[in-house]
Nanobody, 124 residues
Framework: QVQLVESGGALVQAGGSLRLSCAVSGHTFSSYTMGWFRRQAPGKEREFVAAIRWIGGSTNYADSVKGRFTISRDNANTVYLQMNSLKPEDTAVYYC?????????????????WGQGTQVTVSS
């Protein structure tokens, strides 16, 4: 069974940094694309943050995080989201997701697997 488990969420001051991790198990994700999405308020739709193609490392970012966030992966089935220069508007529940077709798309419907999310709160 495929499992994605996020960690690293915390309360941080504006201007600070956090690194989120997503541990992937139950499948070989070496041919997938892994993405990060966030939900900024209850009832609001999840929005795309970043994605990385496991083979080759091609990336895609939302305009709102370009230059501040970096997505990466290692050889141990873990995906990271390094978040720098955090702003209060980055406050959200962050979700890890997997696309088995290895696209770099931004739509929720293009991702097959999801984690439970980790809370990031940025205080002003």
């Amino acid at each position: 069974q495929v499992q994605l488990v996020e960690s690293g969420g915390a309360l941080v001051q504006a201007g600070g940094s956090l690194r989120l991790s997503c541990a992937v198990s139950g499948h070989t994700f070496s041919s997938y694309t892994m993405g990060w999405f966030r939900r900024q308020a209850p009832g609001k739709e999840r929005e795309f943050v970043a994605a990385i193609r496991w083979i080759g490392g091609s990336t895609n970012y939302a305009d709102s995080v370009k230059g501040r966030f970096t997505i990466s992966r290692d050889n141990a089935n873990t995906v990271y989201l390094q978040m720098n220069s955090l702003k209060p508007e980055d406050t959200a529940v962050y979700y890890c997701a997997g696309d088995r077709w290895a696209r770099l798309r931004i739509a929720i419907r293009d991702y097959d697997y999801w984690g439970q999310g980790t809370q990031v709160t940025v205080s002003s």
